[in-house]
């Protein structure tokens, strides 16, 4: 075979498939048989730091890379996620892209999709147990709920509610009625608990933050729209935390004395 003959066979490896992987809410348990399945065969994960320490450290170093937070506080850019994808795919690789919950609850797994579609990547979705439902069902609050809530809202806590072009209507939400969870929202919790009373929710209104649902050393921390950031504050709540807005968050008092898990204790916060 000719130099010419390897360099051409060289160009010619079939891509290899992404695997867009929703790991659930951290807990290795509440992986999918699929994803699990997937972990173990990949030659490749790519993962940040949500999908849990539990199932971060079931993967080989040498077949994990870390493209979430780094030290200083920079993160890997989206940009720069999806040409590895693509760089990966290209020789021949089986790639696991692992996002915490379900990639496509505000885990970026569309564009990356869009991405992988417009340089003929091929590609398969895994669906995973979002957190924004997990997360507040393992600490006793569902989302849901037929005395108290008939629908939820699933909202990002990044956004500014004082902006003028913020992609989240608080005060829409406001007079909606149902649940209202919020994903990534700690540190604009005092912004968007102001921005719903302001559009006429009841101060009294429940609310829960879940911190590290279904972790080692999961918390909780209960209050109203109006004491909840001092609840926070007090409790020490960090993210990642998922916040439960509505009637359905005062209903964890009801069950807490009879939940167990191996999260946490079952009464803390309540």
């Keep these: 075979m000719t130099a010419e003959d390897v360099s051409a066979d060289a160009t010619d490896v079939d891509p290899g498939t992404v695997y867009l992987v929703g790991s659930g809410p951290g807990d290795p348990d509440l992986l999918t ?3 699990r399945r997937l972990l173990e065969e990949s030659d490749v994960v790519l993962h940040d730091k949500l999908p849990g320490p539990k199932i971060i450290e079931m993967l080989p170093e040498d077949r ?5 937070k780094r030290a200083g506080g920079e993160r890997t850019p989206q940009s720069e996620i999806n040409e590895r994808l693509v760089e990966l795919a290209g ?3 089986s790639v696991v892209r692992l996002k915490g919950g379900d990639s496509f609850v505000f885990g970026r797994g569309g564009e990356e999709a869009e991405y992988l579609a417009a340089h003929e990547v091929p ?3 895994v669906p995973g147990v979002t957190s924004a439902i997990a997360a507040p069902a393992v600490a006793g609050v569902p989302v849901t709920h037929r005395d108290h809530a008939s629908s939820v809202s699933f909202v990002t806590g990044h956004e500014d509610p004082t902006k003028a072009e913020s992609a989240v ?3 829409a939400l406001a007079k909606t009625g149902g649940t209202i969870v919020v994903l990534m929202g700690v540190g604009r919790l005092p912004d968007y608990t102001k921005a719903l009373r302001e559009a006429g929710m009841d101060p009294e209104t429940p609310v829960a933050l879940v911190e ?3 972790w080692p050393g999961q918390r909780v921390a209960t209050g109203t729209l ?3 950031v001092d609840a926070r504050d007090e409790r020490d709540i960090s993210p990642p935390a998922v916040t439960v807005i509505g009637d359905v968050a005062g209903s964890r008092e009801l069950v807490v004395d009879f939940l167990r898990n191996d999260y946490g204790p079952a009464a803390e916060g309540a």
Excluded: H, Q, S
């Design 212 to 214: 590290r649902g279904t």
């Design 226 to 228: 109006e004491t909840i």
């Design 123 to 125: 590609f398969e979705v």
């Design 169 to 171: 209507d608080w005060a």
């Design 91 to 93: 020789e021949g690789k």
């Design 64 to 68: 994990r890379e870390d493209v979430g």
């Design 33 to 35: 048989v699929r994803a």
